[in-house]
């Protein structure tokens, strides 16, 4: 690979959406460049599930199995633990700076989809992260089924907490949201949540505790200690695009790129798909989806056909 080869599509993010249209992108004869900094968020998670057909597969696993598929197209390669520096617009597309930690290396491309999904900060717990992954989720949708009817705790210093403990209520009887000291819930949420069974704690957590990952109580302030069986936490999310030299893109007020219903931004040539343009279930299988149907968009917008995607 030379500076003066463009790629057709550069597709920066190896997790599902990114892996997914290089496979479609691949299939459709498409010179592909995935880079991949081999950070997934998902990380920490032991098993993914909702997945059809991988349902409790590990997600290093699903990754793995992808890559291999992937193997078998040639005009398809990935570039592991590095990442793209820069993105600068070109008369002919996209020229990226591509390392570690700073770009030694330039390729172009005509088109670029930005797979990147999203940061999380978790809220400041002491050992939080001992039990995160394992215990501790931060998607209902992927890991309720596993805690149904224990006793759950929800973690979190967000607006939306309230939201999200209605939403985990639905698989248990027992759940308790901790704020940590922060003033997210209101008034009215609380006495909301307090009828239907749902507790809520203000004071500060001091500590998480239990035994090989599976938390077992909760420490306040104040002394009291509240035994629960697992539960989830409520991330903030932090966009995690490469920085976009002289161009941008539109950005939401939740840090989603704004797209299309085709994964478009308002930049040409430049798609979105998974977590960073999607807002909705967080889930591997959405964003493999929204990869797949994104490569579509991106073939057919390529040779000028009118598609329905």
Known sequence: MTETTPFDVLIIGGGPAGLSAALNLGRSLSRVLVVDADRPRNAATLNSHGFLTRDGVPPHELRK??????AAYPTVEIRSRVRVVSLQRTETGFRAGIGRTAADETVEARAVLLATGLRETLPDVPNLRGFYGMSLFSCAACDAWELRDRRLAL???????????????RWTPSLTVFTNGAD???APEEA????????????????????????EGIRL?????????GGFVRPEWSDALPELDGFTASIDEHGHLVTDRSGRTDVPGLYAAGDA????????????????????VIVHDAIGVATAH
């Open 192 to 215: 909301e949540l307090v009828s239907s069974g749902v507790a809520v704690l203000r004071h500060p957590i001091v500590e998480l505790h239990g035994e090989r990952g599976r938390l």
């Open 277 to 296: 343009a999607a807002p909705g279930p967080q889930q591997l299988i959405v964003a493999a989806g929204a990869g797949a149907r994104v490569a579509a």
């Open 65 to 70: 199995l992808a890559r291999q598929e992937l």
């Open 184 to 186: 997210v819930v209101t």
């Open 155 to 169: 973690i979190g210093e967000s607006a939306d907490l309230a939201d999200r403990a209605r939403l985990i209520s």
């Open 221 to 229: 302030a104040d002394g009291a200690v509240v035994e629960v069986d």
